[in-house]
């Protein structure tokens, strides 16, 4: 982390901590709640979608790195044994399978780079919604669960509720 970033960091922390102290000070109600945003985006239902779907990827490109280590090793086994024609036809089996296999890893790249933007879609939309929370119910400031090293009786897990609420706004719009 660079020294801006975490210069913009101590900047939040700091205004972070003026607003609950200015509530203390000032008499107003101080509502704080926490959200562990890790947990809402593996039971967000969209985000468990792309993730099993990439998974399947993930699993097409090992199986097909599997089958040609296999083929590799039965060719080296066996070559030396073999007819002229029957290596020349292997070879040419082996050789299409890693174009294949090539031509599936450059695929793949792609939709890496789908996901990670997807990703980043995700997550905006898990804030939107926690903001939006927040201010449906009042909140004076919620934290990320991340970055909290204690909390009091006073302060309260909002996690559930924003997985219940952004799953609702998703099926909806099914």
Known sequence: MSGTERGKMNIKKVFGLCII??????GETVKIGYVDVKEVYYKYDKAVKMEEAFNKE??????LEKTIKKMQSEYEQNKDIMKPDERIKKEAELKLK???????????KKKMDDKQKETEKIIDEIKK?????????????????????YYGTDVVDITEDIIKSINKKAGDKK
């Open 21 to 26: 102290f200015s509530g203390l000070v000032f």
């Open 129 to 149: 919604e926690v903001q939006a929370y927040g201010e449906k119910n009042k909140y004076t400031v919620i934290l990320a669960s991340t970055s909290i090293l």
């Open 58 to 63: 993930v699993e097409k490109v090992s199986e």
């Open 98 to 108: 890693i174009q294949e296999y090539s031509t599936t890893v450059g695929e793949f």
